[in-house]
Each structure stands twice: as structure tokens, then as C-alpha cells.
């Protein structure tokens, strides 16, 4: 039965505007962060210095029609009842007509939408150009009231959502906001159809979310993902060598100029997830760069993480 919400959900179209698609996080306060923190996350969250740059295929194309770009505002009933997310849709050119699509997740999705990453155009441009089948991108956005993070504090649901080690947040946009996504398109039943994705807590919550549930989601794309004790995503490593092998295709990336904060280290706990997953013999691929705790590396590799991704559902050309 469809709940009341799904059906009264208002889709607005609007302008895919990148310099203005920012999501504040309410974390902004910095004067709460251990003294050592502060400095290291200013400066590897600025990343000026590096090399990675965006590729062709994350650039608009000539003759590449976009897509629709929708919000809605929701409030969970069900998971986290009360909290409300700001949430963006987007569907590419012909993903309404199609008989189905494939789905990708993004989560603090509007600084996917950035100039960092550009997802929509990618979106675009590889489903143009045949080298990812049609997919539809859902953008989600943490949820604007919640007990904040530990020792850093802050008012939003964020760690409760991303850096919780259970099935909760996959079971959110299972039962909550895939029905919004059906009212548009005819979304995959098949769980290698969809990816869910984010950075750095964000990250940690797309491993969380296949890796606890991998009958809705079949990949995991982590940046910078944070598998620190912020709420025991450090436990996933371990986790992963001591359950049976999931079906699940893992991509994760970090960087030389990473963090090494109050909760962990993050090139040591993705290198560790590494091990971890190799271990299993999972199909994963980790890729080890010399940025900071940015998009930038993500941005420049995201249309062939894309491909790398959905490769077995592409007839070679």
C-alpha cells in the first residue's frame, strides 16, 4: 500500500545550477573541534594543490541531451520518524519512457551535483554515449535535525544516518523514498542495477548500506570513506572477514593527504577495508591517490568508476 506522503510528495522541477548546489552540513563550527582536527581538516578539505582534473566526460557534450532535475522535501515516517531531507531526482533523457532503469544513490548529494563531480553530467554523457545503461540519479541529503556528531557536535541527523552500523539507512530509501523514484520512472528490481555512493561519512553509509543489505543495493562507490570509530564504521573491516561474502562490487578511493582525526585514520582504514575485502575475494577495485579529504580525485575518476561499475551490463561494442 503507498503511503500518504509518497502520494502527495510535491516533485518540483528546477535549474541544475552547480555553483549554487551547496548543502550545509551544520558543521560548520570549527571552535568545537579538537584543536589538531581543526587544522587538519581545513587544510585537507581544501585541496587547491591538486592534480586531479575533471575529464571530458564529466564536461557538457555537444549533441548530449540533458535530463530533468527534480526536489522534494521528505519526512520520514517510518526510520527516522520526524526528520526531514532535502532530496533531488534527476532523470536523464528518456529514463521516463524507459521500461527500466537503473538506479545510483548519492549520498550528501548535492556536493555530487558540484563542480567537483558533476554526477548529472556524467549521467548524461555516458548513457549517450552506450557505455552505462540508463540510470537515474537520487541525491539525498542528511536529514536537517538530529543529535549532531560526537566530540564534534552540530544539529543535523547525518551521523545517525551515515556512520550507524546496521540496515536502517538502506531500509529508509527502500521503503521510503524508492516509491517517490517509481512515480517517475519504472525502477530495476535487480539489485546489480543499483549503486549507492557518498564521501567520507557518506562513504562509510554506501558500504554500510549494501554490505547490510545487498538485496537492494549490489555496488558501493566510497570517497574518502570514513571507516572510523565515529559511530563504529571502524568494526566494518573486521565484519567483512568474519561474515560469508556478499554479493556486492565495491569501488573505494582515498588519498597520501587524507585524514588522521580524533575517530581514525582514513587512509589506514580504507587500506584496511582493502585487505578486508580481498581477503573475502569480493569483486573490488581500491584506488590509492595523493589527495586530500576531497571530491577531487572521485571527480576525475567517476566516469570510469561508472563503467567500471555497470561493465557487465554493456554488450561490447
Request: with cysteine; hydrophobic share 35%; glycine share 8%.
Amino acid at each position: 500500500m503507498t503511503h500518504p506522503q509518497t502520494a502527495a510528495v510535491d516533485l518540483q522541477l528546477v535549474g541544475l545550477d552547480h555553483s549554487e548546489s551547496v548543502f550545509n552540513d551544520d558543521m560548520s563550527d570549527l571552535d568545537s573541534y579538537p584543536s589538531k582536527d581543526r587544522a587538519v581538516l581545513w587544510e585537507s578539505s581544501d585541496d587547491v594543490n591538486s592534480d586531479y582534473r575533471l575529464t571530458y566526460q564529466s564536461l557538457p557534450q555537444e549533441g548530449v541531451r540533458a535530463g530533468k532535475f527534480y526536489h522534494f522535501r521528505w519526512t520520514s515516517h517510518t526510520v527516522y520518524p520526524g526528520v526531514t531531507s532535502s532530496i533531488y531526482l534527476y532523470l536523464p533523457h528518456g529514463a521516463e519512457e524507459a521500461e527500466s532503469v537503473n538506479l545510483m544513490v548519492c549520498l550528501d548529494g548535492l556536493y555530487y551535483v558540484d563542480e567537483q563531480c558533476r554526477a548529472t553530467t556524467v549521467l548524461d554523457n555516458l548513457v549517450h554515449a552506450g557505455e552505462i545503461p540508463l540510470t537515474v540519479g537520487l541525491f539525498h541529503n542528511p536529514g536537517e535535525t538530529g543529535p549532531g556528531y560526537p566530540v564534534y557536535g552540530g544539529t543535523t541527523n547525518r551521523a545517525v544516518e551515515y556512520d550507524t552500523v546496521n540496515g536502517d539507512f538502506a531500509r529508509f530509501l527502500a521503503e521510503e523514498l524508492f516509491p517517490v523514484i517509481r512515480t517517475k520512472v519504472r525502477l530495476t528490481d535487480d539489485p546489480k542495477g543499483r549503486v549507492i555512493c557518498g564521501h567520507s561519512s557518506g562513504g562509510a553509509g554506501a558500504f554500510t548500506a549494501a554490505f547490510h543489505r545487498p538485496d537492494v543495493f549490489g555496488n558501493v562507490i566510497s570517497h574518502c570513506g570514513s571507516f572510523i570509530n565515529i559511530l563504529g564504521a571502524n568494526n566494518l573491516p573486521s565484519m567483512v572477514r568474519r561474515a560469508p561474502r556478499k554479493p556486492i562490487r565495491v569501488w573505494h578511493q582515498t588519498g597520501q593527504r587524507d585524514v588522521d582525526i580524533i575517530f581514525g585514520n582514513i587512509p589506514i582504514a580504507n587500506h584496511d577495508l582493502d585487505a578486508a575485502l580481498k581477503y573475502r575475494r569480493y569483486d573490488s577495485m581500491f584506488v590509492f591517490g595523493t589527495g586530500g579529504h576531497t571530491l577531487r580525485h572521485a571527480g576525475e575518476a567517476f566516469p570510469e568508476t561508472l563503467k567500471w561499475i555497470f561493465r557487465d551490463q554493456i554488450e561490447d561494442k
